[in-house]
């Protein structure tokens, strides 16, 4: 078993800046995948960036390429998303998600591939 606990979201301006932070628990983070999505009210939850536990890939939707950066420190089985230039529309709750790294290709941008969620933290860009 996997907990993760998002951590840093809030209320911002946009242009603002924000570091989310995902603390995982539990077996070892290394060999875990991570990957962040977001929610906002009425949509689906959407794919927003991914880190791979072995070669150092990074994965990134349209939405975030050139404003965010996914980053993992193992040491402190932690993954961040630096997100920069917020805009009103990257309003949304955000997730952290984990999953094995079984040494297989699967689709990293869907949420259903992945085995452990946090809870969610809410993001809010005012105009």
């Known amino acids: 078993q996997v907990q993760l606990v998002e951590s840093g979201g809030g209320f911002v301006q946009a242009g603002d800046s924000l570091r989310l932070s995902c603390e995982a628990s539990g077996r070892t983070f290394v060999g875990y995948d991570m ?3 977001r929610q ?3 949509k689906e939850r959407e794919f927003v960036a991914a880190a791979t536990a072995r070669g150092g890939y990074k994965f990134y939707a349209d939405l975030a390429k ?3 950066t996914i980053s993992r420190d193992n040491a402190k089985s932690t993954a961040y998303l630096q997100m920069n230039s917020l805009k009103p529309e990257d309003t949304a709750v955000y997730y952290c998600a984990a999953k094995f790294d079984g040494g297989r290709y699967y689709p990293i941008n869907v949420h259903s591939e992945y085995d452990y969620w946090g809870q969610g933290t809410q993001v809010t860009v005012s105009s």
């Open 66 to 68: 050139g404003r965010f």
């Open 40 to 42: 906002a009210p009425g």
């Open 35 to 37: 990957g962040w999505f």
